[in-house]
């Protein structure tokens, strides 16, 4: 399967005041400096950027791109076979999962069928979503009573494309916060611990036997495994 970034995420995933609070940084002359490590640490986890935690920190939108719908539970298509020898597809109602949880929404779920011809499906007439709002993956199925159609055997012949990622707090009047902070608090502690270590460690270099002294302890890199995610 393939997946294409559409829309990176625009929203900050750490505020600069926040972040120099953290460093105890009071003035203005590492802004610049503080600000790419951000980026920097928030890249070591956010997908759109190549991170490897498996989990959106922001909206984002992707389209997964698959050669058919009918997936084992792994997203590897497989065919099954009738008595004369043509693929078969009626027995299979296999979930597909979508990549970088948590979902926000489905935008589009496109395929071509075996003439070449480009169908739309449509949610909770076609498929539904299970697991929306959950912490691990979430994945798309046919609506009862149906089952997924038959599409043309290529690389991107299914295109379900996607928005997924943790809302950015907004605030409305007064303290009340109108979209609140949903991000795991985990991934706001390593954040700012990786860009502390990042900030007094401006030079990597080896201590010791030790890892470079920018690199976190396995004990602050686990709090982030029971976040992973993995598809």
Same mark, same amino acid.
């Given at each position: 399967?393939?997946?294409?970034?559409?829309?990176?995420p625009?929203?900050?995933?750490?505020a600069?005041?926040?972040?120099?609070?953290?460093?105890?940084?009071d003035y203005s002359?590492d802004?610049?400096?503080?600000s790419?490590? !951000?980026v920097? +640490?928030? *890249?070591?986890?956010d @997908?759109a $950027?190549?991170?490897?935690?498996?989990r959106?920190?922001?909206?984002? #939108?992707?389209?997964l791109q698959?050669?058919s719908?009918y997936?084992?539970?792994?997203?590897?298509?497989y065919?099954?076979f009738?008595?004369?020898?043509r693929?078969?597809?009626?027995?299979?109602h296999?979930?597909i999962k979508?990549?970088?949880?948590?979902?926000?929404?489905?935008d589009?779920?496109?395929?071509?069928?075996?003439?070449?011809?480009?169908?739309?499906?449509?949610?909770?007439t076609?498929?539904?979503?299970i697991g929306?709002?959950?912490?691990?993956?979430?994945? !798309?199925?046919? +609506?009862? *009573?149906?089952?997924? @159609?038959? $599409?043309?055997?290529q690389?991107d012949?299914?295109?379900?494309r996607? #928005?997924?990622?943790?809302?950015?707090?907004?605030?409305?009047?007064?303290e009340?916060?109108a979209?609140?902070?949903?991000?795991p608090?985990?991934?706001h502690?390593?954040?700012?611990?990786?860009?502390?270590?990042?900030?007094?460690?401006?030079?990597?270099?080896?201590v010791?036997?030790?890892e470079?002294?920018?690199?976190?302890?396995?004990f602050?890199t686990?709090?982030?495994?029971?976040l992973?995610?993995?598809?």
């Amino acid at each position: 399967m393939h997946r294409i970034l559409i829309t990176p995420p625009t929203d900050d995933v750490l505020a600069l005041e926040d972040v120099k609070r953290h460093l105890r940084v009071d003035y203005s002359d590492d802004d610049a400096l503080i600000s790419a490590m !951000i980026v920097a +640490a928030v *890249g070591l986890l956010d @997908p759109a $950027a190549g991170g490897t935690l498996g989990r959106a920190l922001r909206p984002q #939108t992707w389209e997964l791109q698959l050669p058919s719908f009918y997936l084992d539970t792994g997203n590897e298509p497989y065919r099954r076979f009738d008595h004369d020898g043509r693929r078969s597809w009626r027995d299979s109602h296999s979930a597909i999962k979508l990549p970088h949880p948590p979902l926000i929404s489905i935008d589009s779920v496109t395929y071509d069928d075996e003439a070449g011809e480009a169908h739309t499906l449509i949610e909770n007439t076609d498929f539904r979503v299970i697991g929306k709002g959950g912490r691990s993956s979430q994945s !798309i199925i046919p +609506a009862p *009573g149906k089952c997924w @159609p038959a $599409a043309r055997w290529q690389p991107d012949a299914v295109r379900i494309r996607y #928005t997924c990622g943790y809302p950015a707090p907004a605030a409305a009047q007064g303290e009340t916060l109108a979209v609140p902070e949903t991000m795991p608090q985990p991934i706001h502690v390593w954040l700012k611990l990786q860009i502390g270590a990042f900030y007094e460690n401006r030079e990597m270099f080896e201590v010791a036997q030790r890892e470079s002294a920018a690199t976190l302890p396995d004990f602050i890199t686990n709090m982030l495994a029971p976040l992973r995610g993995y598809v």
